[in-house]
């Protein structure tokens, strides 16, 4: 009797022990892609958009690889160098990529709603940025984006600059009645003359003059959230969100 029940124990337990050796390759299989995976990922969207940076990746590899085997033919220790300039090489070819990738990825957001915002994005440490448009005028669907940083306030334009300047205008005008002392600048984005380009407006938002503190920031934005704001008008396909690039797979 004591085997019996021993053999059924040990019968109950085996399905329970077959569920529980399941679940770490069902976990495993819904994590994302390997760090090869998504290289090789931003590899065919980069070249899709850029063919050259085959071409780059290769002529930096290439010039790395050689000048470590001039310099080890000099010492006469070119095998030592050569070893060191195969991973150095490596590096230089992933370099290239990230770079061209960054300037794909904005390529292909051009002229999709929600891109200004999305070029805020690549701003970490020292902002505040807020993910939806803070002005929206529904029939052109020019937009208005707000970071809120060192430099103060930073309007982000989406549209033609002589159209979005009415919504830029009050907006500021808004900003104003509570922050009187705290400078509102505006970058209007865009590739027509006098705008800055996507992949260039976080640079120049970091060019700004610094004139608030770090303190000062999460103040200025506590103040602008008294102002309240009625849902706004946000025309249809406009995803700030799905929008943005992926900085993880970028880098």
Do not use: Y
């Not at 590899?43 to 050689?66: C, E, H, I, S, Y």
């Amino acid at each position: 009797m004591a085997k019996n029940t021993d053999n059924a124990s040990s019968e109950a337990a085996s399905p329970k022990r077959g569920l529980f050796s399941r679940k770490p390759k069902a976990e495993k299989a819904n994590k994302e892609p390997g760090r090869l995976k998504q290289l090789g990922q931003v590899f065919q969207m980069t070249r899709k958009n850029d063919p050259m940076v085959v071409w780059l990746m290769l002529l930096a590899a290439l010039g790395v690889l050689v000048v470590g085997l001039i310099i080890g033919l000099i010492i006469n220790n070119w095998v030592t160098t050569l070893l060191i300039a195969i991973p150095v090489a490596l590096l230089a070819a992933t370099m290239i990529l990230s770079r061209r990738a960054e300037k794909a990825a904005f390529t292909q957001l051009e002229g999709r709603p929600g891109a200004a915002g999305a070029a805020m994005s690549v701003l970490r440490r020292g902002w505040i940025l807020k993910e939806e448009p803070v002005a929206v005028n529904p029939r052109s669907k020019d937009l208005v984006f707000m970071g809120i940083g060192r430099a103060g306030v930073v309007l982000v334009t989406e549209g033609p600059t002589a159209r979005v300047r009415s919504l830029v205008d009050a907006e500021r005008r808004r900003m104003g009645r509570v922050l009187p002392n705290v400078p509102i600048h505006v970058i209007h984005s865009g590739n027509d003359e006098g705008q800055t380009k996507l992949a260039e407006v976080g640079k120049a938002m970091k060019k700004l003059p610094k004139s608030i503190t770090k303190l000062e920031i999460s103040a200025v934005d506590k103040r602008l959230s008294t102002l309240g704001s009625a849902k706004l008008p946000i025309p249809k396909g406009i995803d700030p969100n799905r929008a943005r690039p992926n900085r993880k797979q970028m880098r």
